[in-house]
């Protein structure tokens, strides 16, 4: 996809879509961090179901603290590997409170030091909640910039640094919403939805296809 397809490609997104937005429910910073660490294999929608549950009754680190590991395991059990974020969303909490004031660090660093919050979830917090122009690879991102020839790479991590190298300066701050609704939508893992997709001419994906 060259420069020219890229800039179509971004212009064709944003007319369709002028303000994306997460799916992912939340009200605040630290909803959204909970949010983002409980999605972790896991879809928006059981997110939101779970969370539903969760912040009528604990939306706050020190809430999330004493409700304790299996109070909130009982809110997200229908949740994929809620064990685990169970355990890794109080020991954030925890630490927020320890160390960051109950507050959501702005800091990649800080963020990516929290239990359960890895580059790809730091990405999206710091993209949601502050504007900042990051670009969270997930398995949709990760799939559009392949088969696109947007940012074709191995990993993540290689893509990641290609869309921010390729994305123009004036669509970086919406793109990683664009481009996860545009995976998890359009340009799906079995069945691409070729014929109904806005960007194919844009698109490098040699085997295009009418199946929808």
């Given at each position: 996809m060259n420069s020219d397809a890229i800039q179509r490609f971004f212009v064709t997104l944003r007319d369709a879509n002028p303000q994306p937005a997460s799916e992912l429910e939340y009200s605040s910073v630290f909803e959204l961090l909970a949010a983002v660490l409980l999605s972790a294999q896991?879809?928006?929608?059981?997110?939101?179901?779970?969370?539903?549950?969760?912040?009528?009754?604990?939306?706050?680190?020190?809430?999330?603290?004493?409700?304790?590991?299996?109070?909130?395991?009982?809110?997200?059990?229908?949740?994929?590997?809620?064990?685990?974020?169970?355990?890794?969303?109080?020991?954030?909490?925890?630490?927020?409170?320890?160390?960051?004031?109950?507050?959501?660090?702005?800091?990649?660093?800080?963020?990516?030091?929290?239990?359960?919050?890895?580059?790809?979830?730091?990405?999206?917090?710091?993209?949601?909640?502050?504007?900042?122009?990051?670009?969270?690879?997930?398995?949709?991102?990760?799939?559009?910039?392949?088969r696109t020839g947007l940012a074709p790479g191995r990993t993540p991590y290689e893509v990641e640094m290609k869309l921010l190298r390729r994305i123009p300066a004036e669509f970086a701050k919406d793109a990683h919403h664009w481009l996860i609704l545009h995976g998890r939508y359009v340009c799906q893992a079995r069945k691409p939805r070729c014929r109904e997709c806005a960007v194919a001419d844009c698109c490098d994906f040699d085997a295009k296809t009418d199946r929808a």
């Open positions: 896991a879809t928006d929608v059981s997110v939101n179901k779970a969370t539903r549950r969760l912040f009528p009754v604990a939306n706050t680190p020190a809430r999330i603290v004493a409700l304790g590991v299996e109070g909130v395991e009982a809110y997200i059990r229908t949740i994929g590997l809620f064990r685990n974020k169970a355990k890794n969303l109080v020991a954030t909490a925890r630490i927020l409170l320890e160390q960051h004031g109950g507050q959501v660090p702005r800091s990649r660093e800080a963020l990516e030091a929290l239990p359960g919050v890895g580059r790809k979830t730091a990405n999206v917090v710091l993209n949601v909640a502050w504007g900042e122009p990051t670009c969270a690879v997930d398995t949709h991102i990760f799939r559009v910039g392949n």
